[in-house]
């Protein structure tokens, strides 16, 4: 049996900060952090805590590369839907992530976009200990 279930990191991101939506509510304006997201129980299911984890940690990753590359985006909106497997015996496995961003950004170009939101998502915290996970991206530059 699967379970799925999303969550959307908005947000302009030059002061680190974002709102997460889930279905069951929304967090606004906290400095992204791992641990806050679980602790104070943002969503109502595993797939929400994880997809608001994995939106905020990519987009951080993502603004990241940004500020390498010497720019700054005006906004990041990353939705994480993951999906879970919930075994017979024992707790569910995470099986997909699927990780549609838009950024709006000046002075780059679309393969440079390419190159950064890939690297983000292969860069990102959650993204290395999830290998087990199928974890897919849509990248849009507006």
Not at 101 to 114: E, H, L, Q
């Amino acid at each position: 049996m699967n379970r799925s279930g999303s969550a959307v990191w908005h947000g302009g991101l030059k002061d680190g900060k974002g709102t997460v939506s889930t279905q069951s509510g929304a967090v606004k304006d906290i400095q992204y952090s791992f641990g806050s997201r679980f602790e104070s129980g943002v969503g109502s299911n595993p797939e929400e805590l994880l997809g608001a984890a994995h939106a905020g940690c990519y987009s951080m990753a993502l603004s990241s590369q940004f500020t390498q590359a010497g720019l700054t985006p005006d906004t990041i909106e990353t939705t994480a839907v993951v999906t879970l497997e919930l075994l017979p015996e024992g707790g569910p496995t995470i099986t997909k992530i699927h990780l549609t961003t838009k950024v709006k950004a000046t002075g780059i170009d679309k393969a440079k976009f390419d190159e950064l939101a890939n690297t983000a998502k292969v860069g990102c915290p959650l993204s290395k200990v999830l290998k087990a996970a199928e974890i897919t991206l849509d990248a849009t530059l507006l």
